[in-house]
């Protein structure tokens, strides 16, 4: 299997990941604040980050919420897919809006994702409709105990 060739990425652009990570200005026009300390245009900011997006270099951005403080939950799920149904299953659990992230991992539980909902039922719900679009059952695991880890990774 030959492996895609790394994103390049420049010396702004590193500026603009370890900048972006935690503390996010929470004012009219953030993202003009972050240009205007990094000494670039929001519209360059912007872009930058989109095509960073694109190309894989970033897989997210945007905030991260205490799901349970504003009334919802979320549980970390797994399904255990056959290899020739992978990609159709994929497809199937990626298209829910309830899908936060979803993971390939070498396990008879080879697909792990996390459900978080508005309510505390819509975890149930979500994993319904899992089972009845793929015919697996779902193998849920709630959150017994939180731990924060500021993790940020320098560009």
Same mark, same amino acid.
């Given at each position: 299997? @030959? ?7 420049? !010396?702004?652009d &590193?500026?603009?990941? +370890?900048a ?5 200005p929470?004012?009219?026009e953030p #993202?003009?604040e972050?240009?205007d @300390?990094?000494?670039?245009t929001? @519209?360059?900011l912007?872009?930058r980050?989109?095509?960073m997006?694109?190309?894989k /270099?970033l897989t ?5 919420? %205490?799901?349970?403080r504003? $009334?919802?939950?979320?549980?970390? *799920?797994?399904l255990?897919?056959p290899e020739? &149904?992978?990609d159709e299953? =994929?497809?199937r659990? +990626? ?6 992230h979803n #993971?390939?991992?070498?396990? %008879?539980l +080879?697909?792990?994702? /996390?459900? *978080?909902? !508005?309510t505390?039922?819509?975890?149930d ?7 009845a679009d =793929? $015919?697996?059952? /779902? ?5 017994l105990?939180?731990?924060?880890v ?6």
């Amino acid at each position: 299997m @030959s492996r895609a060739a790394p994103a390049v990425i420049d !010396e702004l652009d &590193r500026r603009i990941i +370890n900048a972006v990570q935690g503390g996010f200005p929470l004012v009219d026009e953030p #993202y003009r604040e972050v240009a205007d @300390s990094l000494g670039t245009t929001e @519209s360059e900011l912007l872009t930058r980050l989109q095509r960073m997006l694109e190309a894989k /270099v970033l897989t997210r951005f945007g905030p991260m919420f %205490h799901v349970e403080r504003l $009334g919802g939950r979320f549980v970390l *799920a797994a399904l255990a897919v056959p290899e020739e &149904r992978f990609d159709e299953v =994929t497809a199937r659990v +990626n298209a829910l809006p309830e899908i936060a992230h979803n #993971y390939r991992r070498e396990h %008879h539980l +080879n697909m792990w994702f /996390v459900l *978080a909902t !508005e309510t505390p039922e819509g975890i149930d719900a979500a994993t319904r409709r899992i089972e009845a679009d =793929t $015919g697996l059952p /779902v193998f849920a695991f709630p959150k017994l105990r939180e731990f924060f880890v500021d993790m940020r990774l320098k560009a």
